[in-house]
């Protein structure tokens, strides 16, 4: 995946982070976890900068995605 900025207001972390996953993994033929199938799962994750935090960082807990037909 790429970097994304979240455009967040500063110091407000309302901003989004989104990406297309469909563009991104027909964009790579050859990726781990291609050809994806109905009832496949995936638990995508984003890092991100917090300034506040202890390390300046965070991760958010991890999404289940289930596709379906």
């Known amino acids: ?3 994304l900025t979240s455009g ?3 110091g407000a972390c ?3 982070i989104a990406d297309v996953w469909r ?3 027909g964009a ?3 990726a781990l976890g ?3 199938l109905a009832d496949d799962v995936g638990n995508p994750q984003a890092s991100y900068r917090d ?3 202890p390390q300046h960082t965070h991760i958010n807990d991890a ?6 037909p």
């Open 1 to 3: 995946m790429r970097v």
């Open 8 to 10: 967040e207001s500063s």
């Open 14 to 16: 309302d901003g989004p």
């Open 23 to 25: 563009a991104w993994i």
């Open 28 to 30: 790579r033929p050859s």
């Open 34 to 36: 291609q050809s994806l």
């Open 51 to 53: 300034f506040a935090a």
């Open 63 to 68: 999404l289940e995605l289930v596709l379906g």
